[in-house]
C-alpha cells in the first residue's frame, strides 16, 4: 500500500530533550515535507526537501533540523524541544512539484501528536 | 501575512443540500490552487485541484470554481453527505524560482453535513 508513516503517532516528553519524528514512504516520491498544526493556526511548513540532500526551510523552521539522506526518508529532529513545540506534526511526500497533472499532491501521514512539558 | 484565507471557521448543511466552502488569497502569482480533506485523527487527503488558467475543475460531486480577478476560489459538494463532515484546508501553489514551489494552507473550515 502507498503511504506515509510516521512514528511516533504520540509522544510526551519533557524540555531540552532530544527526539527525532521519523517519516518514510514508499511512492519513491522526490518531494518530502513537515508540517505543524495548531488550533486557529492551520497547516504551517517547517522544513521541505526538493530531493536527497536537498532541503529548505518552510515558514516556522526555528527548532527544528531535518535531513534527507535517502529518497524515502525524512526525519524531523527537535534538538531540545521546548512547550511551544507542542503540536500535531505531520509528513508529506509528492511524487513531483511544478506544474502539470497531478502536481503538488501531497500525500500526508497520519501525523504524530507531540506534547512538550 | 496569511496569503490563502478561508474565512469561515465552521459550515453545516443539511444532508442532500449543497455545501459551499470559499477561499480567498491574496498573491496573484499562485498558480495551482487545491483542496484537501481532513477527518479526526488521520492526515489529510488530496480532493480536488485547479490550475490557475482554469475556472471550474469538477469531480463527482466535487466541483472547484476559481475567480482569478477576485482571488477567489470555492468548492462545491453537492449532494452533501454525512460522511462529508470533516475540516477542509485550501492550498495554493507558487514558483519560486527553478525548481522551487511553495504551498500555502489557509487555516481549515470545519464542515458538519446533519442527517
Known amino acids: 500500500e502507498a503511504q506515509v508513516t510516521q512514528n511516533p503517532r504520540y509522544l510526551i516528553t519533557v524540555t531540552g530533550k532530544k527526539l527525532t519524528v521519523t517519516c518514510s514512504q514508499n511512492?519513491?516520491?522526490?518531494?518530502m515535507s513537515w508540517y505543524r498544526q495548531d488550533p486557529g493556526l492551520g497547516l504551517r511548513q517547517i522544513y521541505y526537501?526538493?530531493?536527497?540532500?536537498v532541503t529548505d526551510k518552510g515558514d516556522v523552521p526555528e527548532g527544528y533540523k531535518v535531513s534527507r539522506k535517502e529518497k524515502r526518508n525524512f526525519p524531523l529532529i527537535l534538538e531540545s524541544p521546548s512547550p511551544n513545540q507542542t503540536s500535531l506534526y505531520f509528513c508529506?511526500?509528492?511524487?513531483?512539484w511544478g506544474v502539470g497533472s497531478g502536481a503538488n499532491v501531497l500525500t500526508f501521514g497520519a501525523g504524530s501528536r507531540l506534547t512538550v512539558l | 501575512d496569511q496569503q490563502v484565507k478561508q474565512n469561515s471557521p465552521s459550515l453545516s448543511v443539511q444532508e442532500g443540500r449543497i455545501s459551499i466552502l470559499n477561499c480567498d488569497y491574496t498573491?496573484?502569482?499562485?498558480?495551482?490552487f487545491l483542496w484537501y480533506k481532513k477527518y479526526p485523527a488521520e492526515g489529510p487527503t488530496f480532493l480536488i485541484s485547479?490550475?490557475?488558467?482554469?475556472d471550474k475543475n469538477e469531480d463527482g460531486r466535487f466541483t472547484v470554481f476559481l475567480n482569478k480577478s477576485a482571488k477567489h476560489l470555492s468548492l462545491h459538494i453537492v449532494p452533501s453527505q454525512p460522511g462529508d463532515s470533516a475540516v477542509y484546508f485550501c492550498?495554493?501553489?507558487?514558483?519560486?524560482?527553478?525548481?522551487?514551489?511553495?504551498?500555502?494552507f489557509g487555516k481549515g473550515t470545519l464542515l458538519t453535513v446533519n442527517p
Open positions: 508529506a511526500s509528492s511524487l513531483f
Open positions: 498573491n496573484s502569482m499562485f498558480d495551482y
Open positions: 485547479i490550475s490557475s488558467i482554469k
Open positions: 492550498a495554493a501553489s507558487v514558483r519560486l524560482g527553478g525548481s522551487n514551489y511553495k504551498l500555502t
Open positions: 511512492m519513491n516520491h522526490e518531494y
Open positions: 526537501s526538493m530531493n536527497v540532500e
